[in-house]
């Protein structure tokens, strides 16, 4: 039973499409997150919510939309997309905001051709 | 300009010997730091954390040390058996700044039979 799940795993589309990455958590927990690991492998926080309210949100292109329906759902929409925004994004949870514990999904890797 | 460094790309040891991966920081104000594991395919996870109050913190055949004054951290695994082969991840975060973990590149550990 997988804690943290995101879809899809893989995408691969062209750019100036609009797409969407979900994830849901099981955990019971208060905060969710979205990173990004780029072609560097460097893992870098986007957004991070809090009981569905936006906490952080780390100098992304407004064509990045996350949206929290519930404290376990946090989704990635992207709009006109970018050869710049391949990458692997992860979503994570933790217990609340001051728990460093983060439980990853498994990645969905976003390819832009 | 990257605030958590892991200047080791990769690491190769044999099996049963001890594993130690290094972690520098440049931010004075980080007081929590964190190691994770990433094998392929897999969204990194929890290893072990320290808070900047302590030097040591041991779990199981894991040991984080960090040195303050030289803004530098290490993770030791003994003894080290092939299924630690992976990515291995530091972290850092300020607790005052919200959780906001920034990692570092990541070290390649292989465990060699």
């Known amino acids: 039973d997988t804690a943290v799940s995101q879809t899809p795993k893989y995408l691969v589309t062209q750019m100036g499409n609009d797409k969407s990455i979900k994830c849901e958590q099981n955990l019971g927990h208060d905060t969710m997150y979205w990173y990004k690991q780029d072609s560097k492998k460097f893992l870098k926080i986007m957004f991070s919510?809090?009981?569905?309210?936006?906490?952080i949100n780390e100098t992304v292109p407004n064509r990045f939309s996350p949206k929290s329906p519930d404290k376990a759902h946090l989704n990635l929409h992207i709009n006109s997309l970018e050869l710049g925004d391949s990458a692997v994004y992860f979503c994570?949870?933790?217990?609340?905001?001051?728990?460093?514990?983060?439980?990853f999904g498994e990645g969905s890797r976003l390819t832009v051709l | 300009d990257q605030q958590v460094k892991q200047n080791s790309p990769s690491l190769s040891v044999q099996e049963g010997r001890i594993s130690i991966l290094n972690c520098d920081y440049t931010n004075s104000m980080f007081d929590y730091f964190l190691w994770y594991k990433k094998y392929p395919a897999e969204g990194p996870t929890f290893l072990i954390s320290?808070?900047?109050?302590?030097d040591k913190n041991e779990d199981g055949r894991f040991t984080v040390f960090l040195n303050k004054s030289a803004k530098h951290l290490s993770l030791h695994i003994v003894p080290s058996p092939p299924g630690d082969s992976a990515v291995y991840f530091c972290a850092a975060s300020n607790n005052n700044a919200g959780n906001m973990l920034t990692f570092g590149g990541g070290t390649r550990l292989m465990v060699k039979p």
């Open positions: 919510y809090n009981n569905k309210e936006l906490i």
């Open positions: 320290i808070s900047s109050i302590k």
């Open positions: 994570a949870s933790s217990q609340d905001m001051t728990s460093g514990e983060l439980f």
